[in-house]
C-alpha cells in the first residue's frame, strides 16, 4: 500500500516537472498559454489541505484508526532500530577487541577447521601381486600378521 502511495506520488512529481506538451489539446486559451495560472493552482492546493485538516471532524473513527496504525509502526521502526543499533555496535565491539588482541600480541586462537584435523585420506593397502600364467597380476590372500605393527595394541590373549 505504501509503495503505491510512494510511487504515485513521485510519479505526480516528475509529471508536474516535466514541460508541458504544446498542440493536440483542445480549448480557448491561446497556444503556450497554462490553462490554469499558477495562484489558482496555489489557492487549489491550500483549499485541499484545508479540508484534509476537518476530515478528523467528519470522520472520527478513521482518525482513531489511522493514530493506532501510526503508533504501530512507530513502536515497530523503534524496535527495528534499536535490534540494528545493538547488532552494529556488537559488531564494532568485536572489532575492536580483536584488533587489542591482535595489537598485543596474543594468538588469535584455533583457527582449524574439523576438515583440517581429520587424517589424509588413503586407499586400502593392496597385498604384493605375483603374476599368473596370463601374464596378469594374482592377488594372493594377505598373509596373516605374525608381529603386531608398532603402536597398534593387540587384543591380551586367552589362557589354553
Known amino acids: 500500500m505504501f509503495f503505491l502511495l510512494r510511487m504515485c506520488f513521485w510519479l505526480g512529481l516528475v ?5 508541458g506538451i504544446t498542440g493536440g489539446m483542445s480549448g480557448d486559451s491561446p ?3 497554462p490553462k490554469v495560472g499558477a495562484m489558482e493552482a496555489l489557492s487549489a492546493a491550500s483549499s485541499a489541505v484545508a479540508d484534509a485538516g476537518g476530515f478528523c471532524s467528519r470522520q472520527p473513527q478513521a482518525c482513531v484508526i489511522g493514530a493506532g496504525l501510526i503508533e504501530m509502526i512507530g513502536e515497530r521502526a523503534e524496535a527495528g532500530a534499536r535490534f540494528a543499533l545493538s547488532y552494529i555496535s556488537e559488531q564494532l565491539m568485536e572489532e575492536k577487541r580483536k584488533a587489542a588482541s591482535r595489537a598485543l600480541g596474543v594468538p588469535a586462537g584455533d583457527t582449524l577447521t574439523t576438515r583440517d584435523l581429520s587424517p589424509a585420506w588413503q586407499g586400502p593397502r593392496l597385498p604384493d601381486a605375483q603374476p599368473t600364467a596370463s ?5 594372493s590372500p594377505a598373509p596373516a600378521p605374525t608381529e603386531a605393527m608398532p603402536g597398534v595394541p593387540l587384543p591380551p590373549k586367552r589362557p589354553a
Open 31 to 33: 497556444a503556450g498559454e
Open 15 to 19: 509529471l508536474l516537472l516535466l514541460p
Open 135 to 139: 601374464g596378469a597380476p594374482a592377488h
